[in-house]
């Protein structure tokens, strides 16, 4: 019989790491100039992040629109390219 000592010394613990804005970020951006160009790049900016949010500034409503349109899709592939569900929403903080 093993004791549980032993086990948990061979066992690799990986303790989750906090998702920091910068790699939000990066990875958003990455997400819209794959899916939207360099036009959508420079019309949808990330803002904020805070608990799974993201809040984005966006240029003006046709934008907003797109990217209310399309927020699942960009919440899926975020998560995707994170590796796990840490992204819950994202939010238009607001027009410029």
């Avoid at 899916?35 to 966006?58: M, R």
């Amino acid at each position: 019989m093993r004791s549980i000592g032993g086990f948990l010394r061979n066992r690799n613990i990986v303790a989750k790491k906090e998702l920091d804005q910068e790699s939000v970020f990066y990875i958003f951006r990455n997400i819209i100039r794959l899916k939207f160009g360099e036009i959508g790049a420079s019309n949808v900016v990330p803002d904020f992040y805070q608990d799974g949010v993201v809040f984005l500034k966006i240029v003006n409503s046709n934008w907003a629109n797109e990217i209310w349109l399309n927020k699942q899709m960009l919440i899926n592939e975020m998560n995707l390219k994170i590796g796990n569900k840490d992204i819950v929403d994202i939010k238009i903080k607001g027009l410029k």
